[in-house]
């Protein structure tokens, strides 16, 4: 059976539920789940109140769907604090001798379990293998736990699957890490019975958009982001759309974006979309990886959540595209960890650069279930690509990269690969100083030294053929949206108009900088060109299929132009 899709909806007005009913059915849901609790709160006494009762069956009639009913209790995040008996109560009445039941009852497992009356009174609502009634309800046993995962999880589990009245049963927990998402899927593979499992928020979303991977009977997904009834729901157009949830299957590969943070990142979009043109039986999630205070920190949060990614059999986890800031985590694993990753490319690029931003798993093509652990940097290929198409080459040129993360490593590395004199600014020149002195022992340039570094503070007297910022000034959102990584007006009169100012920021397209360089008539190129340059390497070497380039352009401007 494949995975349904449900959309909650928090009853609060009769008219406006039933409204989100229709548009949850117009999107593509199969069922939808009326959160009724904060219709009768129990706080005054609301669930006796007659005419509330025959509001709500007449909701449940005129719904285009199935319908889930809960009225969640207040202990399991739920807005109802009235008393158990009256809570089930309310429930009989919406369930039991009426001509339009919901479909399923969702209860909660520790509710179930407190006595024999509620389990008594709740059993009369729902369909019983044991007794011969018309009762067309079917009983979801819950849990929930917004903390973390229960440490009785499993018998907690165990006892819901026993529950022969029981058709399905629901475990959601707040997922601490990408790495819980594992052993909820190893829980839908060898459930007894059909069985939801859900990690809520930022680090769960994987659970939601791979339940039909594993079996899960089925997943949520709300109208839209103010509606969501827990923490990481997607929207229906999200999980249907840019997840292609209806063409996951055992066999969908996966493969995501690593980084923290990742919610905004724009990668998902268009290699999905990529996906959905080629034909290619893949999803690509958003995968966050805290970051600590230090490069070491950093490096151990991301090692051990990849690794698990990694040697997971279960998930066919084939690649990834690694951002902010664990572009140089990765390329730590492939200079110190060469025997399980090794660096891709024709020059060394990511031990010389220091740097890394894309992984690739592949088949070695040796007997044995083994496989290739590839680390490249796109980044690099990118930039050397649009530098090369803006000055016709950098040979014996002057570059100044402004900024000495993964993005500027990468920067500095090309240009002096391809001969160009390079000076790395960072407000630590200190930092500067280490990115230049690696890159100039890797490349074994100690003689002549091709890239050296120079404080922030002699950027705006700095005469070059190219800036290129890699830092997140000007970025939307960022720590100075509306500031100039570069003195580009204190540099106009000494600078030809062939001067290139290049951004790697692509949010906004147009940033402070490169609007202050195209009004002074220097070339520019945005950092949407870089983005989608280095996507369609990533894409081509995880599919080897020509990436659809023009369709990551095109889908990257229109987001951010309408955002």
């Not at 809570?87 to 369930?95: A, N, P, T, W």
């Not at 997922?175 to 007894?192: Q, V």
Request: overall charge negative; hydrophobic content about 40%.
């Amino acid at each position: 059976m494949p995975t349904l899709v449900c959309v909650p909806i928090p009853v609060d007005d009769i008219e406006r539920a039933l409204a989100d009913a229709n548009q949850a059915k117009l999107l593509g849901a199969d069922l939808v789940e009326l959160r009724i609790d904060s219709y009768f709160p129990g706080s005054e006494g609301d669930q006796e109140d007659a005419r509330r009762v025959a509001e709500l069956q007449g909701l449940i009639a005129e719904c285009p769907l199935p319908v889930i009913l809960t009225c969640r209790s207040a202990e399991e995040g739920g807005d109802y604090d009235g008393d158990e008996v009256d809570r089930v109560s309310l429930l009989e009445k919406l369930c039991v001798n009426t001509d339009h039941p919901p479909a399923y009852l969702d209860f909660e497992l520790v509710s179930y379990q407190k006595s024999a009356n509620i389990r008594q009174k709740i059993n009369l609502c729902v369909d019983h293998p044991k007794q011969a009634r018309d009762v067309r309800t079917r009983l979801i046993l819950s849990m929930h736990d917004f903390d973390g995962r229960p440490a009785d999880l499993m018998r907690r589990l165990a006892d819901a699957w026993g529950e022969p009245v029981a058709s399905v049963v629901k475990f959601a927990y707040r997922a601490r890490s990408i790495r819980d998402n594992l052993e909820i899927f190893e829980i839908l593979k060898d459930a007894p019975k059909p069985t939801i499992g859900l990690g809520m928020g930022e680090f769960g979303l994987m659970s939601r958009v791979l339940a039909p991977k594993f079996g899960g009977f089925l997943t949520f997904a709300s109208l839209r982001d103010e509606t969501a009834t827990a923490p990481g729901q997607p929207t229906i157009s999200d999980l249907l759309g840019m997840y292609r949830f209806r063409s996951i299957g055992k066999d969908t590969k996966l493969y995501g974006v690593i980084g923290w943070p990742v919610t905004q990142s724009m990668s998902p979009l268009i290699h999905n979309a990529g996906f959905e043109a080629r034909g290619w039986d893949g999803v690509y999630l958003p995968m966050p990886v805290a970051a600590g205070d230090d490069q070491e920190t950093n490096f151990h949060s991301f090692h051990s959540s990849l690794m698990e990614l990694v040697e997971s059999k279960m998930l066919d986890f084939k690649g990834a595209s690694v951002t902010l800031p664990h572009k140089e985590s990765l390329s730590t694993m492939a200079r110190e960890h060469i025997s399980d990753f090794w660096d891709d490319s024709d020059y060394g690029e990511v031990t010389q650069s220091g740097s890394a931003n894309t992984l690739h798993i592949r088949a070695s093509g040796l007997p044995g279930d083994n496989s290739e652990r590839l680390v490249c940097n796109t980044d690099i290929r990118a930039i050397a690509q649009l530098l090369g198409e803006k000055m016709r080459g950098v040979n014996g040129k002057s570059v100044a990269v402004i900024g000495a993360g993964g993005v500027g490593r990468a920067a500095a590395f090309i240009a002096c690969d391809r001969a160009a004199h390079v000076v790395v600014f960072n407000r630590s020149e200190d930092r500067a100083r280490d990115v230049a002195d690696q890159i100039n022992s890797e490349m074994e340039l100690d003689g002549e030294s091709r890239v050296r570094s120079a404080s922030i503070h002699e950027l705006s007297t700095f005469e070059s053929h190219a800036f290129i910022n890699c830092t997140p000034v000007g970025m939307a959102g960022g720590p100075d949206p509306e500031g100039l990584s570069i003195p580009v007006h204190d540099l106009a009169g000494k600078l030809p108009p062939e001067t290139v100012f290049f951004d790697t920021v692509y949010n906004p397209i147009e940033t402070p900088m490169l609007k202050a360089a195209r009004e002074h008539g220097f070339h520019t190129i945005d950092g949407v060109e870089m983005f989608v340059r280095q996507a369609a390497a990533q894409f081509e070497l995880w599919t080897g299929e020509k990436a659809p380039v023009q369709l990551f352009d095109r889908l990257v401007r229109e987001k951010l132009s309408a955002d």
